[in-house]
């Protein structure tokens, strides 16, 4: 499957992003899927996820209450709503795709086999 980011940019601390990712070339709907964030000098870390059904979601503590992950299996589209946006979520953000994740592994971006390019989202003081 291939995965294409898009909606990243660049917004006032206090503001809200969308940020999108569309599949193409399997069936999105047999894909759980992630969101993973990477800022300059350090790791790679999880962001959100969703199960292949979109009933269950997952969130890293930093963006819970915060953030919205949600898919459209019809439209091969994974969102990533983020509101109340802090300078600190400044990072190149990338939606992830696996077959056969685990409900406890949605955080591990080993995890993950499929990748998007990544969309930039940077985020004024």
């Known amino acids: 499957v291939q995965l294409q980011a898009s909606g990243g940019g660049l917004v006032q601390a206090g503001g809200s992003l969308g940020l999108s990712c569309a599949a193409s070339?399997?069936?999105?709907?047999?894909?759980?899927m992630g969101w993973f964030r990477q800022a300059p000098g350090k790791e790679r870390e999880f962001v959100a996820g969703i199960s292949r059904n979109g009933a269950r979601t997952y969130y890293a503590d930093s963006v819970k209450g915060r953030s919205t992950i949600s898919r459209d299996n019809a439209k091969n589209t994974v969102f990533l709503q983020m509101n109340s946006l802090k300078p600190e979520d400044t990072a190149v953000y990338y939606c992830a795709a696996d077959r056969t994740i685990g409900y406890t592994n949605y955080a591990s971006f080993t995890e993950y086999d499929y990748w998007g390019q990544g969309t930039q989202v940077t985020v004024s003081s």
């Open positions: 070339g399997g069936t999105f709907s047999m894909y759980a």
